[in-house]
């Protein structure tokens, strides 16, 4: 139990445009889910903390016009990068709990390349 | 602010030697712990959590770990590494709003 998937893997957009990345919760209902962003050979940096049916969270220094999430329901989150440039490539991460205090499952990520 | 630190950004070691991987974190507070691992091209996997009670903790594939309160450490042993054992691994800590700080994670190479 406690898959979470994230789709797409890969995506390559033109600078200028909006993609969106899809994060699923597969067999548990996530009260949160959380977007990270990792940087090669570097750590997870938090973006934003999405809890369903409200408006997430966003950490220090992320841009929420930029980075668009949206918690429809206890099983999906989604992220828009609008506007995209080349430097918001990179390898985006979403990981899900059951509850406040409990574990987070980490998606596989997606790599989002922007020419 | 809070922060984990990993001491140990490259580890390489031969098979069947003992691993021992650093963690200390800034939080005077109630926390709880967490080892996660990345392997080649896969997602992050729990490895073990600390929450409460003993604090000798153990996880999958063999894996401990030792909460130390005073030390504010939580270093992740395994007593003999196997060639499978080759990935990143990742210490978190999360307190009071249970949101995981990370640390900037070790590289462990095991030579067969």
């Known amino acids: 139990g406690a898959v979470v998937s994230q789709h797409p893997s890969r995506v390559i957009c033109k600078s200028g445009t909006s993609v969106k990345i899809e994060c699923r919760s597969l067999d548990f209902q996530a009260t949160t889910m959380f977007w990270y962003r990792q940087f090669p050979k570097k750590s997870l940096m938090l973006m934003a903390t999405s809890n369903e049916g409200s408006k997430a969270t966003y950490e220090q220094g992320v841009e929420k016009d930029k980075f668009l999430i949206n918690h429809a329901s206890l099983t999906l989150s989604t992220l828009t990068v609008t506007s995209a440039h080349p430097e918001d490539s990179s390898f985006y991460i979403c990981?899900?709990?059951?509850?406040?205090?409990?574990?987070?499952?980490f998606g596989p990520g997606t790599r989002l390349t922007v020419t | 602010a809070q922060s984990v630190s990993q001491h140990n950004h490259h580890v390489i070691l031969s098979e069947a030697a003992s691993l021992e991987l650093g963690c200390n974190y800034s939080y005077g507070g109630t926390v709880n712990l967490f080892w996660y691992v990345q392997y080649p091209g896969q997602h992050l996997q729990l490895l073990l959590k600390y929450f409460s009670g003993d604090p000798l903790v153990k996880g999958i594939k063999g894996f401990e770990a030792e909460f130390i309160k005073s030390k504010f450490s939580f270093n992740l042993r395994k007593p003999s590494v196997q060639w499978s054992d080759t990935a990143e691994y990742f210490c978190a800590v999360a307190s009071g709003t249970y949101k995981y700080i990370f640390g900037t994670g070790t590289r462990l190479k095991v030579l067969a």
């Open positions: 990981s899900a709990r059951r509850t406040p205090a409990a574990e987070q499952y």
